[in-house]
């Protein structure tokens, strides 16, 4: 039953193919319950050092639903809270706004 919700996505596109830094993905996805679905993702790097971390917009657009997140992605593993709410300020974004993937239990296949 676990598998079912397993997930396999793939995704074709590249910033050619769009205008204004935003990158557009056409992608499909399967899941164990044989399930499939074709959407697209739009995705925006807001911010980075190119060093320790990355601010990403993400769009995902079904025919059901359209979901918008920011990510804040980090090099090291457990950053310090000071750290991030430094990174996050000038974007005046809050961490408390933000969805913890520290204890995710997603797994590699």
């Not at 807001?46 to 971390?53: K, R």
């Not at 979901?67 to 996050?88: A, C, S, W």
């Amino acid at each position: 039953a676990g598998s079912d919700n397993l997930y396999s996505v793939t995704c074709t596109g590249n910033k050619e193919q769009s205008g204004g830094g935003v990158f557009n993905f056409k992608c499909n996805s399967k899941n164990g319950r044989g399930e499939v679905g074709d959407f697209n993702i739009d995705v925006s790097f807001l911010a980075t050092d190119y060093n320790t971390y990355g601010i990403v917009y993400r769009c995902v657009k079904t025919d059901l639903l359209t979901e918008d997140n920011v990510f804040l992605i980090h090099r090291q593993l457990n950053p310090n809270v000071e750290e991030v709410n430094k990174i996050l300020n000038p974007y005046e974004l809050t961490l408390d706004k933000f969805i913890s993937r520290k204890d995710a239990t997603c797994t590699n296949k």
